[in-house]
């Protein structure tokens, strides 16, 4: 069964930036797309960010486009999200998953938390 490991999270000012990893076992990391999710405080999960399989297509929800970035290392198993311009309606915990389209598939790991405080 596929593993993932997010790392990363913290607290930081508004305005600030952060850099999210997710490390992911197994032989076949390079053959699907990955994607980022959050969940805030009192609400349901999102997705926030995906790229295809091989990192050429990026994309972006409509509250994070702009100030995210979401890349790929296929020869480390490793998805990022570089987060930047923070603001305190982005604290949330954040979660990898592999993707369909914006839909997660499979497992999930234990995520790592975001605060950005104003």
């Known amino acids: 069964q596929v593993q993932l490991v997010e790392s990363g999270g913290g607290l930081v000012q508004a305005g600030g930036s952060l850099r999210l990893s997710c490390a992911v076992s197994?032989?076949?990391?390079?053959?699907?797309?990955m994607g980022w999710f959050r969940q805030g405080p009192g609400k349901e999960r999102e997705f926030a960010a995906g790229?295809?399989?091989?990192?050429?297509?990026?994309y972006y929800a409509d509250s994070v486009k702009g100030r995210f970035t979401i890349s790929r290392d296929n020869a480390k198993n490793t998805v990022y999200l570089q987060m930047n311009n923070l603001k305190p309606e982005d604290t949330a915990v954040y979660y990898c998953?592999?993707?369909?389209?914006?839909?997660?598939?499979?497992?999930w790991g234990q995520g790592t938390q975001v605060t950005v405080s104003s």
């Open positions: 790229i295809n399989w091989s990192g050429s297509s990026p």
């Open positions: 998953a592999r993707i369909v389209g914006d839909i997660p598939v499979g497992s």
């Open positions: 197994g032989r076949t990391f390079s053959t699907y797309a």
